[in-house]
């Protein structure tokens, strides 16, 4: 293909050919959104008829400004022997088909505002004529449409052998690995506060205590001391003697467990996927949120930090986990909040993706968007790429 779009003008395919390990690492790179300095994660597609590539093209999951205005979500090529044969609403509503089942609710499609072909082939796909502006880049018209996905499932198209394959074939996971805090649950972190406040440390030394605190505990979050013994000295400091195990069975108790999370998860144990906790805790807040919140059956497993005796982001936390699971490293996905676990994850060999989003409620489109990357579709079958 990319000889062929050389031959009429078009270099775009050629570096890639010449150097085609490179792309396709590139492309898994771009797909988990890694390596991203000025770019924006994308996924790339080859459409292929009777075992042979025809066209390629590219769904962005997010726009920039730059690309709303000119590029939009999803751009397309069809080989230049292929072209006039209905291949460009076919590579278009099988990218859909890929948007709609990363959760996306709708996308913009840009194109020339002179290019006939390309119009009657967005319009077919339902895009609604948002405007016409010029380019940024050269000046000429182009028109803006918007696509629904409202409507949008897998296997709209019956055409023989056609089918759309990943440039970077999504991983085969075996397990998912879910953090606790900033994922399943979120904790109060006032009531840190209020706690020793009530055990008789006076205000303007809370946070103090609370960093001599945070400090003892790791050794207990691997294990290594009792963190109810630790306190002792720190509540002596500052005020709050005798409080220590009142302390240790308190602590971080005050806990919002996210219901439509485990929802999730129990569907996709239903559907054949490992599910465990994976979360740094001393034994015991891992004890108070295991009998609270029955975490012990509503995951296949949990590790706790202090049972490995190893905690995110080290290498040997999650060498442990995979060793448990009896998966390759490769075979796991990671989801955290905290970006410096997720690296510690990749490092180690395992999928890590970190969840970001701050609003109340907002972690369950996001966690189906991050599956959905590792063609893992809840409520139904793995998607097959």
């Not at 044969?85 to 709609?100: D, H, K, N, V």
């Not at 000429?140 to 409507?151: A, M, N, S, V």
């Not at 996210?258 to 994976?278: E, M, N, S």
């Amino acid at each position: 293909m990319a000889a062929e779009f050389h031959a009429h003008g078009n270099s775009r395919y050629v570096a890639d050919a010449e150097h085609f390990e490179e792309f396709l690492a590139r492309s898994r790179d771009d797909a988990e959104g890694r390596h991203l300095p000025g770019t924006v994660p994308m996924s790339r597609f080859w459409l292929v008829e009777a075992g042979r590539i025809v066209g390629s093209s590219r769904l962005r999951h997010v726009l920039t400004p730059e690309l709303e205005h000119e590029g939009g979500h999803i751009g397309y090529d069809i080989r230049p022997s292929a072209r006039r044969q209905g291949l460009g609403t076919s590579i278009l509503r099988l990218t859909l088909e890929r948007a709609a089942a990363r959760g996306l609710s709708r996308v913009k499609v840009t194109c020339d505002a002179d290019n006939i072909g390309s119009i009657r082939v967005i319009e077919n796909n339902g895009g609604v004529l948002a405007g016409e502006v010029p380019s940024l880049q050269r000046g000429t018209p182009i028109r803006q449409y918007w696509i629904e996905l409202g409507g949008i499932k897998r296997g709209g198209i019956k055409r023989g052998s056609i089918q759309l394959g990943s440039a970077a074939p999504a991983p085969t996971i075996r397990a998912i690995l879910f953090d606790a805090d900033g994922v399943i649950q979120r904790s109060s972190s006032e009531a840190f506060g209020v706690q020793l406040e009530r055990l008789g440390v006076a205000a303007e030394h809370v946070d103090a205590c609370l960093r001599e605190i945070f400090e003892v505990e790791r050794a207990a979050l691997i294990g290594r001391a009792d963190f109810a013994e630790v306190l002792v000295p720190v509540l002596e400091k500052w005020g709050a003697a005798g409080g220590a195990a009142r302390l240790a069975a308190e602590w971080g108790c005050a806990i919002e467990v996210d219901a439509t999370l485990l929802a999730l998860v129990a569907q996709l144990r239903q559907q054949g996927w490992l599910c465990a906790l994976a979360t740094n805790q001393q034994h015991y807040r891992a004890t108070y949120m295991t009998r609270a919140f029955a975490y012990d059956s509503a995951f296949d497993q949990c590790f706790f930090s202090y049972r490995l005796g190893a905690a995110k982001p080290d290498a040997a936390y999650f060498q442990a986990i995979v060793a448990a699971l009896g998966c390759a490293p490769q075979q796991v996905l990671f989801i955290d909040d905290a970006e410096k676990n997720v690296a510690g994850a990749r490092r180690a060999g395992l999928h890590a993706v970190q969840l970001v989003c701050s609003e109340k409620g907002a972690a369950l489109a996001a966690i189906r968007e991050i599956l959905a990357r590792f063609a893992i579709a809840v409520g139904g079958q793995p998607e097959q790429g």
